[in-house]
Structures are given as structure tokens and as C-alpha cells.
């Protein structure tokens, strides 16, 4: 899916808008999570493996029930197949790669059968150098090898519209694939994949995608997860 010219300029706008809104919010969020996480990390059973998302506010839900957003619905998934993993939402509203990196080490004291990493968005929106977020984001997969070898790690690949101008949009689309071919990880092709530009499965931020858009995000990744588990 490509964004078309029309919603490429709205969300030039409100996508940059919205990053700073978001980014505001960063310290709260991350108390809120903190809690969140170490509740859900204190429930999981000892012998159930864990599926970590990695990410920002896409992976948090931001905007709606938590449990509505793509890894709720996966915890749902698993939970109706009968299969034993703890989903656990590690993600953080105006995250960056940079951001990620620095506090991917708290997430890794258990180790996760399955690493879902959704990062780079709101490097792009930025315009952080792709090299820089390249680098961060080929550190953030060596870090979890180097602790966890077994652990089976996917990338969720991300676009953005051409408010940096049409050749950092080409090159940020076309960074995802050559990461994942460098570190051999599963990629999903486009995260938001038939959601992302389309108004009303958005909320009205035009960034976030509504309960019924993470429904379709979820069935878009739900494929490369199920390859990944018992």
C-alpha cells in the first residue's frame, strides 16, 4: 500500500503535529507503563514464554483499550488456541530507536521466545538521519542475540509520507528490508499495511489507527507470529 499525494500532505501535518504532542507526553506514559509492564511481568507464569512487542505508541495503543490494540488482540489469539505465552507490551508513546536502545535492557531480563520490534517511525518524522537509526536499530537486534541467541525476531517495516522529501522516504522504506536481510530476521513488509492514510480507520490525529484498524494491523502480523510459536 502507498500513501496517495492527498493524504501524503495531511499527514505531513498532522503526523509532525502530532510527534510533538506525543513526545510531550513521554514521562507520564512511561511511569504508566512501568507499572503495566511489571504487573504483567509478575503474572507470568514460570514456564510460559514470553512474546515481547517493542515499540512506540503504534505498539501502545495510543488512544484506545490497550487490549483493543494489535498486541492485545495477539494475547487474545493465544489465549484462544490454547498455547502458553504472556504477551508483554513494551511499547512507549514518542519512542525513537535511540530511546529504545537505551532502555531495552530493563525488558531483557526474561528472555522472549518471540521479539517483535516497531521502531524507526518517529525517527522519520523527525528526520533523524537513517544512518543513525539504521545503527540503532541493527544494535537493538545484536543486543537481544547476544543475550538470548534462541529468540526469534521479527521487524515490523514502517513508511511515512514525504514531509522530509520523497528521497528520505524512499531510503527510510527501503532501510527495514536491508536490516533485516544484514541481521537474517523475519520482516513484516509494512506494519500498517491497509490501514496507514486512511482516514477512517484512524483516529482523528491521522496517525494512530482506531480499534478497527489495529484489527486489521493485527492481521497483517498475526502470520509472521504464528510461524514463530509451537
Not at 506494519?191 to 486489521?216: K, R, S, Y
Request: negative net charge.
Amino acid at each position: 500500500m502507498r500513501f496517495n499525494l492527498h493524504r501524503s500532505f495531511f499527514l505531513s501535518a498532522v503526523l509532525f503535529l502530532g510527534a510533538t504532542v506525543v513526545s510531550c507526553s513521554e514521562k507520564k506514559a512511561e511511569t504508566t507503563q512501568t507499572e503495566v509492564i511489571s504487573e504483567s511481568t509478575a503474572e507470568t507464569k514460570s514456564d510460559q514464554k514470553i512474546i515481547l512487542f517493542f515499540g512506540n505508541s503504534l505498539t501502545a495503543a495510543y488512544g484506545i483499550d490497550p487490549e483493543d490494540g494489535f498486541a492485545g488482540l495477539t494475547q487474545q489469539r493465544i489465549d484462544s488456541l490454547g498455547l502458553d505465552y504472556k504477551v508483554i507490551n513494551g511499547g512507549l508513546s514518542g519512542e525513537t530507536t535511540a530511546g529504545g536502545l537505551s532502555r531495552l535492557d530493563w525488558f531483557l531480563e526474561e528472555k522472549p521466545e518471540v521479539f517483535i520490534l516497531e521502531l524507526g517511525g518517529n525517527d522519520g518524522l523527525r528526520g533523524i538521519k537513517l544512518t543513525e537509526t539504521k545503527s540503532n536499530l541493527l544494535k537493538i537486534i545484536d543486543k537481544v542475540r547476544s543475550k538470548f541467541p534462541e529468540t526469534k525476531i521479527i521487524l515490523a517495516g514502517m513508511q511515512i509520507p514525504p514531509n522530509m522529501g520523497q528521497e528520505y522516504a524512499s531510503e527510510f522504506t527501503a532501510m527495514y528490508p536491508a536490516v533485516a536481510e544484514e541481521k537474517n530476521v523475519t520482516l513484516i513488509p509494512f506494519l500498517l499495511e491497509n490501514v496507514g492514510g486512511i482516514p477512517e480507520l484512524n483516529l482523528p490525529d491521522g496517525i494512530h489507527p482506531t480499534e478497527e484498524g489495529h484489527q486489521i494491523v493485527f492481521e497483517t502480523i498475526w502470520p509472521y507470529i504464528e510461524r514463530e510459536i509451537d
